[in-house]
């Protein structure tokens, strides 16, 4: 018997998805934030090689508000003001909320027949999520949002899941079949796909500088800066392992995934 030090992949025999041909793409994410935070140049560039973007926020996001006068209503009308103001930045034409507690106590059964009627009534060809498969990620919200959505990716396309929304689903039984031809995965140590965003950074910064309700104005541009660093961290990777053009100065890490793939090895 031969032992092993690490353990083998086995590649699937189905290619990376090109994600820049993809021109509805469904944006699943735990927090108002979490898509400009960890992918905003690539779907700002995804924008402008037009694509249509509809941005589906899991969480309500009301424990990650740092004025703790505002009620729950303030807080909200405060989150989705900073959101708006981002994704005009971004290039976002649409964002809808299923308000689910933040970090609290819901089911993913719960979860599933909303993602399912967003899934069904867009009727994208991409779905961007968290990675749920990140080594080290402590937030629930995070893992089990990109768990889900990797789930309702697979699961959305059989009749006898009913989503939340019966009219929807009669709408979508109606039309022509369509299914997401790649699922992409940020918050991710395990890409298949480094984005450069030199072109699209300044927007990427702009956008993550509208969420004044989650951080102070001290805290904004300290995260910019560490989200600058990590973008030149990962154009060194992309570039120095050839899956970057030389001379790129910042890029974002995916795990980009033929959805057949989320279902037993392929």
């Not at 992918?39 to 560039?45: I, K, P, S």
């Not at 308000?99 to 994208?124: C, H, K, M, Q, T």
């Not at 022509?176 to 918050?187: E, L, T």
């Not at 950074?201 to 993550?208: D, F, N, S, Y």
């Amino acid at each position: 018997m031969t032992h092993q030090s690490a353990p083998i992949r086995i590649p699937s025999l189905l290619p990376t998805p090109d994600i820049f041909s993809c021109r509805r793409i469904l944006v699943i994410q735990p927090h108002y934030d979490d898509a400009d935070i960890a992918a905003g140049g690539t779907l700002a560039a995804l924008v402008d090689a037009g694509a249509e973007i509809r941005y589906c926020t899991m969480m309500d996001d009301l424990v990650g508000v740092i004025d703790e006068s505002l009620d729950d209503a303030a807080a909200a009308a405060s989150l989705l003001r900073d959101q708006r103001a981002a994704a005009k930045i971004i290039g976002i034409q649409e964002l809808t909320h299923l308000n689910y507690p933040d970090a609290g106590n819901w089911s993913r059964f719960d979860v599933r027949p909303d993602l399912f009627r967003e899934i069904r009534d867009f009727r994208p060809d991409a779905i961007f999520a968290a990675d749920p498969w990140l080594r080290v990620e402590a937030h629930r919200d995070h893992w089990e949002a990109g768990s889900i959505a990797a789930e309702a990716a697979i699961l959305s396309g059989i009749p006898k899941l009913a989503s939340s929304d019966a009219a929807i689903d009669a709408l979508w039984r109606a039309a022509k079949p369509n299914d997401a031809r790649a699922v992409a995965f940020f918050y991710t140590d395990e890409p298949t796909t480094f984005s450069p965003i030199d072109a699209t950074w300044e927007r990427k910064a702009a956008a993550v500088s509208e969420y004044h309700a989650q951080f102070t104005d001290d805290e904004l541009p300290q995260l910019v800066k560490t989200l600058d660093a990590k973008a030149q961290l990962v154009a060194r990777v992309g570039v120095e392992a050839g899956l970057l053009p030389a001379g790129t100065k910042r890029a974002e890490p995916l795990k980009v995934i033929d959805p057949r793939a989320l279902h037993g090895a392929r």
